[in-house]
Nanobody, 121 residues
């Protein structure tokens, strides 16, 4: 059984910073691509940033130059450093991880439970 546990959300003033974390718990064979998504009320879930198995990163235009996605060497903890936060960054942030449960099995996508980020003006 695999579980993704997120933390680091909260209330912050505009211009402030937050670092989100997502820990992958359980038994599995390997992890490949990892990403952060967010969803605001009434809006579709959108990709914020991603990091590939070869550590190639991609950022949404709305957060580029303000956010940094990274992970630890074991690839079991994903981070999102967010700076210069804006009220429009307010959303529930979800981690998304591609996990192979066994070496001969296909990858499956797992989601975290979400962590609320609220930016006040």
């Amino acid at each position: 059984q695999v579980q993704l546990v997120e933390s680091g959300g909260g209330l912050v003033q505009a211009g402030g910073s937050l670092t989100l974390s997502c820990v992958v718990l359980g038994t599995f064979s390997s992890i490949s691509d990892m990403a952060w998504y967010r969803q605001s009320p009434g809006k579709q879930r959108e990709l914020v940033a991603s990091i590939s198995s070869s550590d190639v990163t991609h950022y949404a235009r709305s957060v580029k130059d303000r956010c940094t996605i990274s992970r630890d060497r074991a690839k079991t903890t994903l981070f999102l450093q967010m700076n210069s936060l804006k009220p429009e960054d307010t959303a529930v942030y979800y981690c998304n991880v591609n996990i192979r449960m066994a070496s001969n099995a296909p990858s499956h996508v797992f989601w975290g439970q979400g962590t609320q980020v609220t930016v006040s003006s």
